[in-house]
């Protein structure tokens, strides 16, 4: 089946001329309308784009220009910006909004030739573990369509899951291309802080924020980030760095790795079997050649409080330009402007986006700041610090990436704390921006678990290299869920 094959695949089955561009993109876009109403992966499938997309990849491979993703069908997570696209972050605020311009990512994407077949599902305005809080319907895992796909990427998980689409970009504040990657059987990365841009893609957490990848393998990933990370000087987040072509050390040995395991990360939070899995992997890439080193982290129980905090306050200023007047959702027939203000609000906004900007605001507060904010601050310099030693003595760090596999829908969605600590493994390498990465690594009850490596500073090779290893010698990355080849 071609739905089944992977980006690599596709690309070199492109490049040999074993189908077009017309043909690859018109079967994904035919699984899209067959499927995915039992997963409502995406919110705009742009068929006629991509087609014409399609036909242009053809002519450019037909000229002799072709890149490795001339014609290679993906999807965005609908919170990049897409000219003449409707981008709405999941949300009703953004319902009818049509950017007049291109996301760097997507235009990064268009320049290579790469075909769009639409914008995926997300939990609003990235804010969200389980993709449960988008105004356009919740997400279902294609492992089982009770179960959440993980947020707030959840809709570019799925759809990859489901072979509705090779590869995804994603975003991660706080483990949000990680989580759905391990609860949905994927490899998902999240870059460096400030490895890709955020020009065009619209801002949840501001010092968080990470365009990043969801694909079945690491070399997917790795040909992904190829494309998506890229020095742009109209974002000021964006280092000036060489990128590197993270396809040439995939293949590199793994002997002499050191890979620390933080005390932390095997703790009474961590389900038993998946504690056992995930060891059971990491022994993996020991058999491989590398050295295992226990380490600690001990500011990490603390990254859960301290972005609860960081991250509704950057949310309240970022959601403050929403007010009904210049852009997105305004209510009817406002009585005065306090009126206008509080409505659109009020009704554009969701239950999780409104929780998280009213906590935000209280932190801000004058009488609170130094109390919340500045502390919190403060406690992520430490969790960095943490970070800064471990990798005095390892090269990467590696542990779980979730508590426990996918859960039932609704049974988290009533105690907000409950669901925050789905975070609990990955909050502190966005508190730090390093680098970090999931990989399949095991089963439970039927369902795909995940292994997260953790790198140092702009040293994503460095997992991607690891990944793929690791995908050498094991099988969890092929196995797909029933009923996607229906």
């Not at 071609?2 to 492109?14: A, P, W």
């Not at 105004?135 to 707030?152: C, I, M």
């Not at 949840?204 to 393998?217: C, I, M, N, P, Y």
């Not at 494309?227 to 002997?255: F, H």
Request: charged fraction near 20%; include cysteine; proline fraction near 5%.
């Amino acid at each position: 089946m071609i739905h089944n094959k992977t980006i690599s695949e596709l690309s070199r089955g492109l490049a040999a001329g074993e189908y077009s561009s017309v043909e690859l993109t018109t079967h994904f876009l035919k699984r899209i309308e067959n499927l995915d109403s039992n997963y409502n992966s995406y919110i705009t499938v742009t068929a006629e784009q991509a087609l014409n997309e399609a036909q242009a990849a053809d002519a450019r491979r037909a000229a002799g220009n072709a890149t490795p993703w001339t014609g290679v069908p993906f999807a965005h997570k609908d919170i990049f910006c897409t000219q003449g696209v409707r981008t709405t972050c999941g949300s009703r605020m953004l319902e009818n909004f049509i950017p007049p311009y291109d996301s760097t990512v997507a235009a990064n994407f268009k320049q290579h030739g790469a075909v769009c077949l639409g914008k995926t599902n997300m939990d609003e305005f990235a804010m969200g573990s389980s993709n449960e809080t988008s105004y356009y319907g919740r997400v279902t895992n294609p492992w089982g369509t009770d179960l959440v796909p993980g947020g707030s990427s959840g809709g570019s998980a799925a759809a990859v899951a489901a072979r509705l689409a090779p590869g995804a970009t994603a975003t991660d504040t706080g483990g949000s291309i990680r989580q759905p990657a391990a609860l949905c059987g994927l490899t998902g990365i999240k870059p460096t802080y400030g490895r890709v841009s955020r020009l065009g893609m619209i801002a949840f957490a501001s010092s968080l924020d990470q365009g990043g990848t969801l694909t079945r393998t690491a070399e997917d990933s790795a040909m992904m980030l190829n494309v998506m990370a890229s020095y742009d000087p109209k974002d000021s987040t964006c280092i000036d760095r060489d990128v590197p072509d993270y396809t040439a050390t995939l293949n590199q040995s793994l002997k002499g790795l050191k890979i620390g395991l933080p005390a932390e990360f095997f703790s009474e939070h961590l389900d038993p079997e998946m504690q056992t899995q995930v060891q059971n992997a990491i022994r993996e890439l020991e058999k491989l050649g590398a050295t295992l080193k226990e380490i600690r982290l001990p500011h990490s129980h603390l990254s859960v409080p301290a972005y609860y905090v960081i991250a509704p306050a950057e949310c309240s200023a970022n959601l403050s330009r929403f007010d009904g007047v210049r852009y997105g959702y305004r209510c009817d027939n406002p009585q005065d402007l306090q009126d206008l203000y509080l409505r659109s609000r009020s009704e554009g906004f969701g239950d999780e986006v409104k929780r998280r900007i009213l906590i935000g605001t209280y932190a801000l507060s004058a009488g609170y700041y130094d109390a919340y904010y500045r502390k919190a601050q403060q406690v992520r310099r430490l969790i960095k610090q943490d970070f800064d030693n471990a990798f005095g003595e390892v090269d990467i760090i590696a542990g779980p990436t979730s508590p426990s596999p996918a859960f039932a829908f609704g049974s988290k969605g009533n105690d907000p704390v409950k669901m925050y600590l789905e975070d609990i493994f990955t909050i502190s390498t966005n508190l730090a921006g390093l680098p970090g990465m999931s990989v399949p690594a095991g089963m439970i009850g039927g369902l795909p678990i995940g292994m997260q490596l953790i790198g140092n500073y702009f040293d994503e090779a460095r997992l991607l290299n690891a990944g793929h290893q690791f995908q050498q010698v094991t099988d969890w990355h092929t196995k797909a869920p029933s009923g996607i080849d229906a």
